[in-house]
């Protein structure tokens, strides 16, 4: 079973940067690709990024492309979220999560483990 754990999150200004990670274990981390979603108050989960097994394939909503990078450490068991130029829509839990599949995918429903989410506070 993985087991994944976010930090990095916090309050930062709009326009400010942070950086998400995750930890990961339990499972050949770089068989499986990974993704970040997230959920505002009062909001359904969106997809925000996601990466392949091998790292050479990202993917990412139109509402955070050129803002967000997302990245991998399969030598740390790591997902990184570069969060750069944020907004306050922005504001929101971050999850992250692992798919049996090695292939970037947007759907929720191809991860089978989500970790227990870091809070991202953006302030204007």
């Known amino acids: 079973q993985v087991h994944l754990v976010e930090s990095g999150g916090g309050l930062v200004q709009t326009g400010g940067s942070l950086r998400l990670s995750c930890a990961a274990s339990?499972?050949?981390?770089?068989?499986?690709?990974m993704g970040w979603f997230r959920q505002a108050p009062g909001k359904e989960r969106e997809f925000v990024a996601t990466?392949?097994?091998?790292?050479?394939?990202?993917w990412y909503s139109d509402s955070v492309k050129g803002r967000f990078t997302i990245s991998r450490d399969n030598g740390k068991n790591m997902v990184y979220l570069q969060v750069d130029n944020v907004k306050p829509e922005d504001t929101a839990v971050y999850y992250c999560?692992?798919?049996?599949?090695?292939?970037?995918?947007?759907?929720?429903?191809?991860?089978?483990?989500w970790g227990q989410g870091t809070q991202v506070t953006v302030s204007s």
């Open positions: 999560a692992s798919s049996r599949g090695t292939q970037p995918t947007d759907l929720a429903n191809q991860y089978d483990a």
């Open positions: 339990g499972r050949t981390f770089s068989q499986d690709a």
């Open positions: 990466i392949g097994g091998s790292g050479r394939r990202t």
